[in-house]
Nanobody
Framework: VQLQASGGGLVQAGGSLRLSCAASGRSFSQYVTGWFRQAPGKEREFVATINWSGDRTSYRDSVKGRFTISRDHAKNTVYMQMNSLKPEDTAVYYC???????????????????WGQGTQVTVSS
């Protein structure tokens, strides 16, 4: 299975971006899927996650109310809508799938066993 993250770019503070994570080779619609990010010189950190049915989500505190994770089973894709972006949101964003887990919303990167290649998000002040 391969995960392809896309949608990153350069945006001014206060702007919006929508990230996409598409799976190929295997459906990941029935597994918990998450987004993580890593800024230069910092450790990778959890951003958001969603269960297989899409009715349960979890976010890190700093993005609550600004980011929304969702999934489209028909398109085998998970999205993250990012609004009111701040310079501190600048990072490489990775999507990841937790195969074998349908419903537990884990925030640990080590629980995710498939990762996309990352997409750069840069927010200018």
């Amino acid at each position: 299975v391969q995960l392809q993250a896309s949608g990153g770019g350069l945006v001014q503070a206060g702007g919006s971006l929508r990230l996409s994570c598409a799976a190929s080779g295997r459906s990941f619609s029935q597994y918990v899927t998450g987004w993580f990010r890593q800024a230069p010189g910092k450790e990778r950190e959890f951003v958001a996650t969603i269960n297989w049915s899409g009715d349960r989500t979890s976010y890190r505190d700093s993005v609550k109310g600004r980011f929304t994770i969702s999934r489209d089973h028909a398109k085998n894709t998970v999205y993250m809508q990012m609004n009111s972006l701040k310079p501190e949101d600048t990072a490489v964003y990775y999507c990841a799938a937790n195969y074998g887990n349908y419903d537990v919303l884990t925030q640990r990167a080590s629980d995710y066993n498939y990762w996309g290649q990352g997409t750069q998000v840069t927010v200018s002040s």
